[in-house]
């Protein structure tokens, strides 16, 4: 197999665009949200709370089970993320899922998803895998956002495992 950081291996083609084929269908419309999600809230970039948001307004299975163990509406998660982080300043910005629009910390989110996904001999990146990287990675402003009312990532991440695990099997 393909080293990720090379062209052949790495979930973005050389010029910069992803490459959908490295996605299941439910994180691809996912990343889709999450990029109306960032001109919503007239941000110039895609940012990992975007990402977030995009997984809460079309949950697959496992990311459903997940906010049911974390006894979570997702949609009020994902209006109060939109209240967080939209910007009042700020022009409705071309911004498009290419890695010149994305933050450094969603372009190393997905290729941890992605080698996440390759580690557990999958050829496509799930949504489960994006939420799980995305609370493992340090420094996460999502996770911070939990951990002010009282959820550790160890915990979130532990929900998350769980319903992946429930949802496989």
């Not at 941000?43 to 948001?53: A, G, K, L, Q």
């Not at 700020?90 to 290419?98: C, I, K, R, T, Y």
């Amino acid at each position: 197999m393909a080293n990720p950081g090379s062209p052949a291996g790495d979930v973005f083609l050389p010029g910069g665009g992803i490459r959908w084929e490295f996605l299941t269908d439910k994180t691809a419309e996912a990343l889709r949200e999450s990029l109306r999600l960032a001109r919503e809230t007239r941000w110039e970039s895609v940012r990992s709370p975007h990402i977030f948001m995009g997984l809460m307004a079309v949950p697959d299975a496992g990311v459903a089970r997940w906010g049911k163990r974390l006894d979570a509406d997702l949609s009020t998660l994902l209006s109060q993320f939109q209240e967080l982080f939209h910007q009042e300043e700020g022009e409705d910005a071309l911004v498009v899922f290419n890695r010149e629009f994305l933050s450094d910390n969603v372009i190393r989110l997905l290729r941890d998803a992605h080698a996440r996904a390759t580690d557990h001999g999958r050829g496509t990146v799930t949504p489960m895998d994006l939420l799980i990287t995305l609370l493992t990675t340090s420094d996460s402003i999502v996770v911070d956002c939990f951990e002010r009312i009282g959820l550790t990532a160890a915990k979130l991440t532990e929900m998350a495992v769980i319903a992946e695990q429930q949802s496989n099997g």
